[in-house]
């Protein structure tokens, strides 16, 4: 079983704290790569130093912004593993899957399902409103937009799965030694993460219902199915496609987009659509191409730790 994979007796909840903290910390020193080229343009411009997120977002060119913010990422998957490895002394298998192998064929699933409708759906709301969409391909900067995006957008996908539905999820369970409790906390935090995205000023705490609940979805989606893969494919498709796809100026990602979204940012169907009526739709697919029952008990149901 997935969550139980996790749940031994000297993993105790201070060593996810402690694990928590070097991953951040990881991700910090990522970071500066991107500090220093934006101190290095205003040493060399004289322009002055950003000092909003919109700011930091347009001050360097959208590629290398890009390149920078993913990198963080990298050196935060390192901290990941050095983490589950060395302070919990488990495998990164164990916090992927209760299968002997990843397995593959269900991250493409996933992966192919999201990514034909988040392609059909825009294309279909472009169609129903052109005049809320532009036109703004550029064969140079998006052929590097794509080399950048194939290569470094699943892993920075890949290492949110692994910190909120693979490594905290089992430091809740040990916590807890229930699985309600580790589903809702990391929904919850995975969509607190998202409160200084440029998307919450703009729409307003509304968009919460859909950070939480693409949390609470990708929990539900890992817990049932007893491993992350299913997760770890949406996720890519989510924001890879969405990369390559759709900008705007007010979004997390500014990228060199196919098309761009001129509209004012509002509140509206397509914040509460995707968790009250896809999620569901997606949840009915997986749960009758992978079988799945006793839902209850998975979701809901007690753990023990190994004595």
């Not at 996810?16 to 500090?35: E, T």
């Not at 409103?129 to 900067?141: A, C, G, Q, R, T």
Request: no cysteine; glycine share 8%; proline share 4%.
């Amino acid at each position: 079983m997935f969550i139980e994979q996790g749940i031994r007796s000297e993993n105790k909840f201070w060593k996810y704290l402690l694990g928590s903290g070097l991953i951040i910390l990881m991700s910090f020193i990522g970071q500066l790569p991107l500090l220093v080229a934006v101190i290095w343009k205003t040493f060399a411009t004289g322009e002055a130093y950003p000092t909003t997120n919109d700011g930091m977002m347009h001050f360097l060119d959208a590629n290398l912004t890009l390149f920078l913010l993913l990198i963080s990422f990298v050196f935060a998957f390192a901290g990941i593993y050095f983490v589950v490895k060395y302070l919990h002394n488990q495998t990164l298998l164990s916090v992927t899957t209760s299968r002997k192998k990843v397995d593959w064929s269900r991250i493409w699933f996933s992966f192919g399902l999201w990514a034909v409708f988040t392609i059909g759906s825009t294309l279909v709301y472009h169609f129903l409103n052109p005049e809320l969409y532009i036109l703004d391909f550029k064969p140079v900067p998006f052929a590097i937009l794509f080399v950048i995006a194939v290569f470094l957008v699943p892993v920075q996908t890949s290492t949110e799965e692994y910190v909120f539905r693979g490594y905290l999820m089992q430091g809740f369970g040990n916590l807890a030694k229930n699985k309600w409790f580790p589903l809702l906390m990391t929904s919850l935090i995975f969509g607190g993460m998202h409160f200084f995205n440029p998307e919450v000023s703009k729409i307003g705490n509304i968009i919460f219902v859909y950070y939480i609940g693409t949390g609470l979805f990708l929990g539900i989606v890992t817990l049932m199915d007893e491993g992350m893969e299913l997760a770890l494919g949406f996720h890519a498709a989510n924001n890879l496609i969405g990369a390559l796809l759709l900008t705007s100026d007010w979004s997390a990602f500014q990228t060199h987009s196919v098309f761009k979204d001129v509209s004012e940012p509002q509140a509206g169907y397509d914040i509460i659509m995707p968790v009250v009526l896809v999620y569901p739709l997606l949840l009915f697919i997986f749960s009758r191409k992978y079988n799945w029952s006793d839902w209850k008990e998975k979701l809901t149901g007690n753990i023990h730790l190994d004595n």
